[in-house]
């Protein structure tokens, strides 16, 4: 039993105030417990690992930061094109072209420092706004209980009975059997930053923004990389013309893409992996990354003691508000049935806090979410793509714009 119940989500709460425990402090739920307290409510927010979640200490301040040092690495190694040349002189005096090195053990302590300092100061500024932390793992028991343990499994340690519940609990890399991770040669996008040395050669598995990305990234930061995609070219969710460019710059700088191959199994030999392709080919390397899609982390919180409705694939179902089929339960984030961006759950994380209390708002409109996938170079997305006008799932023409034609797109080289 819990040591210590807290009627209404705090032992000595003030009268009137509205109570709310958010389960999760990473985007959406971080978001949704400042604006709560930013309007009066008594909010505790249950967090397992950190303020911020795994999108900032796992996820996305760390992916972005590699990606930045492999931004500098590639401008480095370009800027011959824009007339600036690196040169040391040797004993001779004779000039040399040094070569561009990247120390990943110093990048990798430098992102996680910063994903490090991003969660402190969320948690410093939901603190000021008068959110109350708890270090833990939060369930449901019912609809109108939430009890805090040690760890899933482990010792129920405090109990809180609130008017909302929103819960954020996120989601974890999707992981095969024939190909389980062991932190060392076969990597989660997770396992990555414990690396110290730059991969010899880094077997990609999965073509989709996350596999893209690491790909992208590593093979600017000196590694031999070679992409697996199951499908018929690389970001298979993005519109054709722009994932074919990422395809043909990815081959251009001399990566392996590997269409139409679907991985049956990886395992790891003294000094590798080895990754089975289901037609019986092979492809050896030094290191595995995992990048085939999330699972939301929604079992074991009890969703089925509040009856809260779940897809097939475990996602939480919410409207366009974020509210569950219980009307006191939200959800937000990658755990939700909605679009698995940082910036989506931040919206829906305020959107259901201020829905909650009784504000008038505006349900989410996914066709106004913009998007941004950190390939070199980018991809940015808005509204319905080019295959939504195509399909007639949109009336719209298509207009065609290209890049070489812009002038701030020549000067950059």
């Not at 002189?89 to 040094?98: T, V």
Request: proline share 4%; aromatic share 4%.
């Amino acid at each position: 039993m819990p040591t210590n119940v807290r009627q209404n989500g705090r032992v000595n709460g003030t009268q009137g105030a509205q109570k709310v425990v958010v389960i999760g402090g990473g985007p959406g739920g971080a978001e949704a417990a400042l604006a709560g307290a930013q309007l009066g409510a008594d909010v505790t927010l249950i967090e397992r690992v950190g303020v911020g979640g795994s999108a900032v200490l796992t996820d996305v301040v760390p992916s972005k930061s590699l990606i930045a040092t492999a931004e500098s690495a590639a401008a480095i190694r370009d800027a011959n094109a824009l007339g600036v040349q690196f040169f040391v002189r040797g004993d001779a005096g004779r000039a040399h072209k040094p070569e561009v090195a990247v120390n990943l053990r110093a990048v990798n302590q430098r992102l996680l420092s910063l994903a490090a300092q991003q969660s402190a100061d969320m948690k410093t500024e939901l603190e000021a706004a008068g959110v109350t932390i708890v270090q833990g793992h939060g369930r449901l028991e019912g609809d109108r209980r939430v009890v805090v343990s040690t760890a899933p499994g482990g010792t129920d340690f405090d109990e809180f009975e609130p008017d909302t519940i929103i819960v954020s609990v996120g989601a974890s890399p999707r992981m095969l059997p024939s190909a389980m991770p062991d932190g060392e040669r076969i990597l989660t996008w997770k396992q990555l930053y414990g690396l110290e040395q730059t991969p010899e050669h880094l077997i990609v598995v999965g073509s989709g923004v996350t596999g893209a990305e690491f790909a992208s990234a590593y093979s600017h930061i000196g590694a031999k990389v070679t992409l697996v995609s199951s499908r018929d070219r690389v970001l298979p969710g993005e519109d054709a013309d722009a994932a074919t460019v990422i395809e043909q710059v990815f081959k251009r700088q001399g990566m392996n893409v590997m269409s139409k191959s679907r991985a049956e199994s990886v395992r790891r030999t003294e000094d590798g992996v080895v990754v089975t392709l289901t037609d019986g080919s092979t492809v050896e390397g030094s290191h595995c990354l995992m990048a085939v899609g999330s699972v939301p982390n929604t079992e074991g919180i009890g969703l089925e003691t509040a009856g809260v409705k779940v897809t097939e694939s475990g996602h939480i179902e919410v409207n366009r508000v974020a509210r569950t089929n219980r009307p006191n339960i939200y959800a937000v984030g990658d755990c939700s049935n909605v679009l698995p961006l940082a910036s989506v759950a931040s919206m829906q994380g305020r959107t259901a806090m201020y829905h909650s209390m009784g504000d008038a708002v505006n349900p989410i409109s996914l066709r106004a979410v913009t998007s941004n996938i950190f390939t070199q170079p980018e991809i940015a997305t808005v509204g319905w793509m080019q295959k939504d006008i195509e399909d007639g799932i949109a009336s719209g023409d298509i207009h065609v714009v290209h890049l070489a034609q812009n002038p701030r797109a020549k000067m950059m080289g």
